[in-house]
T-cell receptor, first 114, second 112 residues
Framework: DGGITQSPKYLFRKEGQNVTLSCEQN?????MYWYRQDPGQGLRLIYY???????QKGDIAEGYSVSREKKESFPLTVTSAQKNPTAFYLC?????????????FGPGTRLLVL | AQSVTQLDSQVPVFEEAPVELRCNYS??????LFWYVQYPNQGLQLLLK??????LVESINGFEAEFNKSQTSFHLRKPSVHISDTAEYFC??????????FGDGTTLTVKP
């Protein structure tokens, strides 16, 4: 089955710790995205990538980092600089990143701070 | 800059009643419009989208939305809802600049 997988489903972070969220897709999509979702709010774009080895900051990139070494994978690191990391994180992909394309979402990772 | 406003944060309705979830957008350029649905603790799934052509678009499960350029709206409707339609619904807009802007979501609760 083609789709997007995210792991882990739940992740706990201690103070001062960096944590990495995994996102893998087997849809052969060029474009991948990371969003943050807070209760009662819509999705806010953290980072996006339209091609391997290239990515751009979204609206709320501070405190986050990404890499895109393989087409299939777009991991997100939540660094200790992100002071309010508790949220639901969603990864998505689309064919090329063009405006009219549907985005396909993974099941999400819920990050909680200990 | 574009923005998307979903006018109702919560919409409770009884089963088999009609429902309308309202979405307005603002953009100085042409937009592509989407409705996504999110079930609890899951990712979003596309419900329907408007790219061009006929202003009325339909989904396979009975939802429809109408693009109204003069009112800058893209309201989502269903003539008769089911319990299984209970979910959160997001309206989104894209322009040719590429990035999507999402509304804050509307929680639809269908009661028996």
């Amino acid at each position: 089955d083609g789709g997007i997988t995210q792991s882990p489903k739940y992740l706990f972070r201690k103070e001062g710790q960096n944590v990495t969220l995994s996102c893998e897709q087997n849809l052969n999509h060029d474009a991948m995205y990371w969003y943050r979702q807070d209760p009662g709010q819509g999705l806010r774009l953290i980072y996006y990538s339209q091609i391997v080895n290239d990515f751009q900051k979204g609206d709320i990139a501070e405190g986050y980092s990404v890499s895109r070494e393989k087409k299939e994978s777009f991991p997100l690191t939540v660094t200790s600089a992100q002071k309010n990391p508790t949220a639901f994180y969603l990864c998505a992909s689309s064919t090329t990143g063009s405006a009219g394309e549907t985005q396909y979402f993974g099941p999400g990772t819920r990050l909680l701070v200990l | 800059a574009q923005s998307v406003t979903q006018l109702d944060s919560q919409v409770p309705v009884f089963e088999e009643a009609p429902v309308e979830l309202r979405c307005n957008y603002s953009s100085s350029v042409s937009v592509y419009l989407f409705w996504y649905v999110q079930y609890p603790n899951q990712g979003l799934q596309l419900l329907l989208k408007y790219l061009s052509g006929s202003t009325l678009v339909e989904s396979i499960n009975g939802f429809e939305a109408e693009f109204n350029k003069s009112q800058t709206s893209f309201h989502l409707r269903k003539p008769s809802v089911h319990i299984s339609d209970t979910a959160e619904y997001f309206c989104a807009a894209n322009t040719n600049a590429g990035k999507s802007t999402f509304g804050d979501g509307t929680t639809l609760t269908v009661k028996p």
